[in-house]
């Protein structure tokens, strides 16, 4: 529902009330395949009045269920006002999905709760968080049934369980968050200059293009092995990125540059630049050091395409990335003390 300034109390009493562009075609398409709750943190309206607000624009019919702050003596972000509302509806949280607009009261305090959640983004904001805990994002209500359709990329939970799986060790696994939250924060500022980049799938991508590190026979198998494997999850847009992150790989979608060039910029954990990184790579691997030269230019070269998009120069990109936080958010909760910051 749209929110107008200077309206206050019950929505129903509003002397204007309207839906959101969209979401009649998106309530029409899901009514009969999900059961449809409405969660609301409004402390003004009880059950009866939202479905008066409802009404008067011809939505109420697609609820099942319609909870609220009033009624459930909880509010959003506490994971409380969702467990209650999940109460309501009878659904286990890993069996529902939250589809809001606020990020800390929708989409961390579902999360937390332990629900999908979908963030409604129509402005294309910037994700507040280093690691966005969000399971996909939309600009339009009317996306979403298409978005419910197919499978969800792995959360952060479950990204750092398929490394736990496949035995990934403790320092590839902060390696690789460290990538994740320099390519998340580098895709969300070329996003903001116009460049068609899904931050998300660069974060997930990041997560997990060293699954396969500890189990490459050999050089050559770096990356290809964690596409097979990420494949067979059923993540082929995860595969293309960690087939294309390696050293001599050459990128083709934007989320594939980005991961790619963050993983050149990232030392262990911390961000040192393309040159001390090469340097490093060349002194830890002197058989690769031919491969490692050969690559310079093509790197220098992306490196040059990411700065010029974004405005900036090399050493003040890498100044703003130094200042990144990388910790996990407290209520991700990796199921091994090693896999947590």
């Not at 600009?139 to 419910?148: K, V």
């Not at 660069?202 to 026979?217: F, I, M, T, Y």
């Not at 093509?298 to 003040?316: F, G, K, N």
Request: net charge negative; aromatic share 6%; hydrophobic share 45%.
């Amino acid at each position: 529902m749209r929110e107008f300034p200077g309206f206050a109390g019950p929505m129903a009493d509003w002397p204007r009330v309207e839906a959101v562009p969209g979401v009649e075609d998106a309530l029409r398409a899901l009514h009969g395949r999900y059961r449809l709750a409405l969660a609301t943190g409004t402390p003004a309206s009880d059950e009866a009045l939202v479905r008066q607000a409802l009404a008067r624009v011809h939505l109420e019919r697609y609820f099942d269920v319609v909870v609220t702050a009033r009624d459930l003596g909880a509010a959003k972000p506490d994971p409380a006002f969702f467990r209650a509302a999940l109460d309501r509806i009878g659904s286990p949280p890993g069996e529902a999905v939250m589809v809001g607009d606020g990020y800390t009261t929708d989409i961390v305090g579902a999360k937390s709760a332990g629900l999908r959640v979908v963030w409604f983004n129509p402005a294309r904001s910037p994700c507040p968080l280093v690691h966005p805990v969000h399971d996909a994002e939309i600009q339009a209500l009317a996306g979403l049934p298409q978005i419910l359709n197919k499978p969800f990329l792995p959360d952060i939970t479950a990204a750092l369980q398929v490394l736990r799986e496949h035995a990934v060790p403790e320092n590839i696994v902060r390696h690789s968050l460290a990538v994740a939250a320099v390519a998340h924060h580098l895709g969300v500022r070329l996003r903001e200059a116009g460049v068609d980049v899904d931050p998300l799938l660069v974060h997930r991508g990041a997560l997990l293009h060293d699954l396969d590190k500890a189990s490459a026979e050999k050089p050559a198998d770096h990356g290809m092995k964690a596409g097979q494997i990420l494949r067979g999850l059923g993540w082929p847009a995860l595969a293309g990125i960690a087939e294309r992150h390696v050293l001599g790989a050459q990128p083709e979608t934007w989320e594939e540059k980005v991961v790619h060039y963050a993983d050149k910029i990232v030392k262990e954990g911390e961000v040192v630049g393309l040159l001390p990184r090469l340097t490093a790579l060349s002194h830890r691997y002197p058989s690769a050091r031919d491969a490692i030269a050969a690559a310079r230019p093509s790197l220098r070269s992306l490196e040059e395409e990411i700065t010029t998009a974004l405005h900036t120069s090399p050493d003040a990109l890498h100044t703003e990335l130094e200042r990144l936080d990388g910790a996990l958010p407290l209520f991700v909760a990796p199921r091994d003390p090693a896999y947590d910051r």
